[in-house]
């Protein structure tokens, strides 16, 4: 039996619909099951924390289980592999960072393509770091710092919670943009470096707010200033390095990742409840309670600042020449 042309257009129209109409449905009924989001690091830390706050408003609002596993180690790569090798079917997520951002060029021999191989979904938060010292090094701000540096070169120790973190990149964009040589001492984590720091066994570091703010706000080290372009509304007094290192920037963040190819559909969805979650006031409030502010922005934006993040620190990893321990 022929059909008649206008039915054929009409069964063709309806069948090339089809794909569109499933993809759909299928976000409409996301999730109908558990969520795991991977986390890079040990239970207890920044990430962590962040990670089950976003965790739980998304199993609130969704109505499934959003689990955190943590899976430590390299740097955070191995979490990272486990998701760039998961479905692509929005049930396994990574928490990101900067830390993602700086793997791309610290290390050569990954299994992974982080930019390519990843889908932005949502940025959670950025926190500065804060310049910090010891108070018995003879400066109170950052343009004495610097004068003092450049008499004493070599002679100052930079602490820094591991080779090729936020806390030793940021260090090393200073010392390359305020043209200082300070001495680089890595320790396995914020803790040890702090304890030297505040023994006076090293004289200055780039911490996370988190880490520093209670030691800060006791007196026991002086903040110099912070890192990011604007000053923190956690320590508003304290003047941001730009202030006097024209440009320079440095930032912690944390946002979700998807396996590349989930479902755009899915993305969208997500995003939009992390975004509707950051504009909760109490989540608001326990972000700055760490030092971070929310930046609600979409997939694309994200996808475009982690793009920008990635080339800056390229740029110090290499110029520095910062290789894993």
């Known amino acids: 039996m022929r059909l008649p042309r206008r039915r054929l257009i009409q069964l063709a129209a309806g069948a090339a619909a089809l794909p569109a109409l499933a993809r759909i449905a299928k976000a409409q009924t996301y999730p109908n099951r558990p969520v795991r989001i991977i986390v890079g690091y040990s239970a207890g830390g920044v990430s962590d924390i962040l990670a089950r706050l976003i965790g739980q408003r998304l199993s609130e609002r969704l109505g499934q289980p959003f689990i955190i596993e943590n899976r430590p180690g390299a740097g955070s790569n191995i979490g990272t592999e486990v998701v760039v ?95 200082v040589n300070l001495v680089h001492v890595p320790y396995h984590g914020s803790s040890p470096a702090l304890s030297d720091l505040l023994a006076g066994q090293v004289h200055v570091m780039f911490d996370n707010m988190a880490s520093s703010i209670a030691l800060i706000r006791a007196g026991r080290l002086r903040p110099l200033a912070v890192t990011t372009p604007a000053r923190s509304e956690t320590l508003p007094d304290v003047p941001s390095i730009s202030e006097f290192v024209p440009g320079y920037a440095a930032s912690g963040w944390n946002g979700i990742a998807a396996p590349k190819n989930c479902p755009a559909e899915i993305v969208a969805a997500l995003n939009t409840e992390v975004n509707a979650a950051l504009a909760d006031p109490k989540i608001k409030a326990k972000l700055a309670d760490l030092g971070g502010t929310t930046l609600p922005a979409s997939s694309v934006e994200f996808g475009k600042f982690i793009a920008e993040d990635t080339e800056k620190w390229a740029k110090v990893v290499t110029f520095a020449g910062i290789k894993p321990d």
């Open 85 to 179: 090798r998961a479905p692509a079917d929005g049930y396994t997520l990574l928490l990101v960072g900067v830390a993602n951002a700086i793997n791309v060029t610290l290390y050569n021999n990954l299994n992974f393509n982080f930019i390519r191989d990843i889908a932005p979904v949502a940025i959670i938060e950025r926190a500065p770091l804060v310049m910090e010292i010891n108070p018995s090094v003879p400066v109170n701000t950052v343009a004495e710092f610097i004068a003092y540096a450049k008499v004493n070169p070599g002679r100052i120790n930079m602490a820094s919670a591991g080779t090729g973190g936020a806390t030793h990149v940021a260090g090393e964009l200073f010392k390359m943009m305020a043209g």
